[in-house]
């Protein structure tokens, strides 16, 4: 075989392989759709599934925490609230037992928040969303969150409400789903590690 032959033959292969370093890391569906299976409720809240949708709408402020732990990740969470409803994705957690917006990063879901600084799409006390705040109560709503290093961002409906905010004090942590008020639902979160 030619020095020329085997050097296509061989250039060829090696395109058809996935390179490592190039590969995406797999998505993870962290609800199943039918269980809270990955879950650890904490709080009050009457979390459960109903018709393939993650639900709560009594109890107080309540949080429902994955048991793994993520750093750098793409998160895709649809989710419908009431327009009273309090709720937010929790992200980077320091204390799986006591959840709060000074131990984690909150990107918040709260229309009628009283200072709509911190409303939806913000990450309280880290980046308020631009005027004006988004809403979404009473529809279906696509949430994607970006964590990467000391970077986040947040687009919500396809607007971006946290474009590039910097914050280092929580580097790793579980997500967690919160119930404030209102009707809380989830149906689709996956998580993509970077």
């Not at 809270?36 to 107080?60: C, K, Q, S, Y």
């Not at 964590?147 to 396809?158: A, I, K, P």
């Given at each position: 075989?030619?020095?020329?032959?085997?050097?296509?033959?061989?250039?060829?292969?090696?395109?058809?392989?996935?390179?490592?370093?190039?590969?995406?890391?797999?998505?993870?569906?962290?609800?199943?759709?039918?269980?809270?299976?990955?879950?650890?409720?904490?709080?009050?809240?009457?979390?459960?599934?109903e018709h393939g949708l993650i639900t709560a709408d009594r109890g107080g402020i309540s949080f429902l925490?994955?048991?793994?732990?993520?750093?750098?990740?793409?998160?895709?969470?649809?989710?419908?609230?009431?327009?009273?409803?309090?709720?937010?994705?929790?992200?980077?957690?320091?204390?799986?037992?006591?959840i709060t917006a000074d131990n984690a990063y909150e990107?918040?879901?709260?229309?009628?928040?009283?200072?709509?600084?911190?409303?939806?799409?913000?990450?309280?006390?880290?980046?308020?969303?631009?005027?004006?705040?988004?809403?979404?109560?009473?529809?279906?709503?696509?949430?994607?969150?970006?964590?990467?290093?000391?970077?986040?961002?947040?687009?919500?409906?396809?607007?971006?409400?946290?474009?590039?905010?910097?914050?280092?004090?929580?580097?790793?942590?579980?997500?967690?789903?919160?119930?404030?008020?209102?009707?809380?639902?989830?149906?689709?979160?996956?998580?993509?590690?970077?």
């Amino acid at each position: 075989m030619s020095d020329r032959r085997t050097f296509l033959l061989g250039a060829t292969a090696a395109a058809l392989l996935p390179a490592p370093a190039f590969a995406r890391a797999a998505i993870r569906r962290l609800f199943d759709g039918r269980s809270l299976a990955g879950w650890t409720p904490l709080g009050d809240a009457n979390w459960r599934v109903e018709h393939g949708l993650i639900t709560a709408d009594r109890g107080g402020i309540s949080f429902l925490v994955s048991r793994e732990r993520y750093r750098d990740f793409d998160l895709r969470a649809e989710f419908w609230v009431s327009e009273d409803a309090n709720s937010g994705i929790f992200l980077r957690c320091q204390d799986r037992a006591a959840i709060t917006a000074d131990n984690a990063y909150e990107v918040n879901i709260f229309d009628r928040r009283p200072d709509p600084t911190y409303g939806t799409g913000a990450i309280v006390n880290v980046a308020p969303v631009a005027p004006p705040m988004p809403r979404a109560g009473g529809r279906w709503n696509v949430m994607v969150i970006r964590m990467l290093g000391d970077r986040f961002s947040v687009v919500l409906n396809g607007r971006t409400t946290v474009r590039e905010a910097r914050d280092g004090r929580h580097a790793e942590g579980p997500v967690a789903l919160q119930y404030g008020a209102g009707i809380v639902r989830f149906r689709r979160v996956t998580l993509r590690p970077i």
